[in-house]
T-cell receptor, first 115, second 114 residues
């Protein structure tokens, strides 16, 4: 079974400094990986996805993630944090059972931005 | 293009009652998945429908059921509600159902069971 582990439940950074949200995955085959963001009282929005193309994936709002097979990691980064980035972030691996997709979510990382 | 819509947005029920939640996918999307989000268990997969067929089911009791109509709209039903069913229920739609499919989420239905 596929799984993801988000290494930090809470990350706090100052506005304008880099953001790093860590995610390790476990997969028996080449995984499809996603990062989603959830703002308070909102649904989930896709930031970016990796599906075995380029290992460095660029997403929306200046976020990017690098797939590292040797480290089984898919960390999310952003060079400069903005106040609007404060939200919950989920690392997700896609599993497929009999042709049907099932998303497996990490426990989430709450990102706080300090002014 | 309109996004995924879910109705109602908020719902309050009492133990033992049943509830039906509705999800309208993005136009043209044929796959609809449901997820439950709670502070303790996080986001958990409930089930997935594609062309009116349930193709995948998570580890939830039989009180949780769903269906999909020919226009791809989906409903989820929970019978004999328990306090632990209080959660945010999220619906997601996608064009196909493969492993690399991108799922688009609705805003969710917040269910409170008293």
């Amino acid at each position: 079974a596929q799984s993801v582990t988000q290494l930090d439940s809470h990350v706090s950074v100052s506005e304008g400094t880099p953001v790093l949200l860590r995610c390790n995955y476990s997969s028996s085959y080449s995984p499809s990986l996603f990062w989603y963001v959830q703002h308070p009282n909102k649904g989930l929005q896709l930031l970016l996805k990796y599906t075995s193309a380029a290992t460095l994936v660029k997403g929306i709002n200046g976020f990017e993630a690098e797939f590292k097979k040797s480290e089984t990691s898919f960390h999310l980064t952003k060079p400069s944090a903005h106040m609007s980035d404060a939200a919950e972030y989920f690392c997700v691996v896609s599993d497929e059972i009999q042709g049907a997709q099932k998303l497996v979510f990490g426990q989430g990382t709450r990102l706080t931005i300090n002014p | 293009k309109a996004g995924v819509t879910q109705t109602p947005r908020y719902l309050i029920k009492t133990r033992g009652q049943q509830v039906t939640l509705s999800c309208s996918p993005i136009s043209g999307h044929r796959s609809v998945s449901w997820y439950q989000q709670t502070p303790g268990q996080g986001l958990q997969f409930l089930f997935e429908y594609f062309s009116e067929t349930q193709r995948n089911k998570g580890n939830f009791p039989g009180r949780f059921s769903g269906r999909q109509f020919s226009n791809s709209r989906s409903e989820m039903n929970v019978s004999t509600l328990e306090l632990g069913d209080s959660a945010l229920y999220l619906c997601a739609s996608s064009w196909t159902s493969g492993r690399a499919s991108e799922q688009f989420f609705g805003p969710g239905t917040r269910l409170t069971v008293l």
